[in-house]
């Protein structure tokens, strides 16, 4: 049995992102490294794209949006969602 966690955020770099995921013990996967968009760790993986957004009533302005999908182990893929989403709270910390 899997679970898949899917979470979108703005105003992340993605190399904080990987960085995050890094800390969480997480490493690139299928050999990738600095532009991969897979990470993986014992019992769950992470894969993500981004796209731009724009924002709403400003056309001229826009910001990279990342897609996050978490995927494994039911209690192992909550824990590692959860522990990611503490760190990008924190803007950077």
Not at 59 to 71: E, G, I, S, Y
Not at 80 to 84: I, Y
Not at 86 to 90: L, P
């Given at each position: 049995?899997?679970?898949?966690i899917?979470?979108?955020?703005?105003?992340?770099?993605?190399?904080l992102?990987?960085?995050?995921?890094?800390?969480?013990?997480?490493?690139?996967?299928?050999?990738?490294?600095?532009?991969?968009?897979?990470?993986s760790?014992?019992?769950w993986?992470?894969?993500?794209?981004?796209?731009?957004?724009?924002?709403?009533?400003?056309?001229?302005?826009?910001?990279?949006?990342?897609?996050?999908?978490?995927?494994?182990?039911?209690p192992l893929v909550?824990e590692?969602?959860?522990?990611?989403m503490?760190?990008?709270?924190?803007g950077?910390?």
């Open positions: 049995m899997t679970e898949t899917e979470v979108s955020l703005r105003g992340l770099p993605e190399w992102i990987r960085d995050y995921l890094n800390d969480l013990g997480a490493t690139a996967a299928d050999g990738q490294l600095g532009g991969a968009s897979t990470m760790a014992p019992g993986s992470v894969t993500w794209s981004r796209h731009t957004a724009t924002i709403e009533g400003s056309p001229a302005l826009a910001l990279t949006q990342f897609d996050l999908v978490f995927t494994g182990d039911p909550r590692a969602h959860d522990r990611f503490r760190k990008a709270q924190r950077g910390g």
